[in-house]
């Protein structure tokens, strides 16, 4: 059984720091590529989509949508993480963790298969 699950969120002050970590077990073939997507509270709405932050594939190339956030990947442990600096109010959302890896699909196709955490809270207030 697969499974992502995030850690690291909290409620932190302006201009603070956080380091999330995702970790995945379960997963029978080799990941793609593990990153961050995030849901602030005004997109809670059905139909709105999560937001990338920080995507990264287990060759090394990267996709950021702020140079505060540094993401990084332990292959060895499946374990995705996102170092974020210097946060501000906008920055607060739920955080989920997103993993691809090949798989089969449920019509039995042979093809890469998106993996999701629960989300961990991430909360900039002073």
């Known amino acids: 059984q697969v499974q992502v699950v995030e850690s690291g969120g909290g409620l932190v002050q302006p201009g603070g720091a956080l380091n999330l970590s995702c970790v995945a077990s379960?997963?029978?073939?080799?990941?793609?590529?593990m990153g961050w997507y995030r849901q602030a509270p005004d997109r809670q709405a059905p139909g709105k989509q999560r937001?990338?932050?920080?995507?990264?594939?287990?060759?090394g190339a990267v996709n950021y949508i702020d140079d505060r956030f540094t993401i990084s990947i332990d292959n060895a442990k499946s374990t995705v993480y996102l170092q974020m600096n210097n946060l501000n109010a906008a920055d607060t959302a739920e955080y989920y963790c997103?993993?691809?890896?090949?798989?089969?699909?449920?019509?039995?196709?042979?093809?890469?298969?998106?993996?999701w955490g629960q989300g961990t809270q991430v909360a900039v207030s002073s």
């Open positions: 997103n993993v691809v890896a090949p798989g089969y699909s449920s019509s039995g196709n042979f093809e890469p298969i998106e993996y």
């Open positions: 379960g997963i029978q073939f080799r990941i793609l590529r």
């Open positions: 937001e990338l932050v920080a995507m990264m594939t287990t060759e």
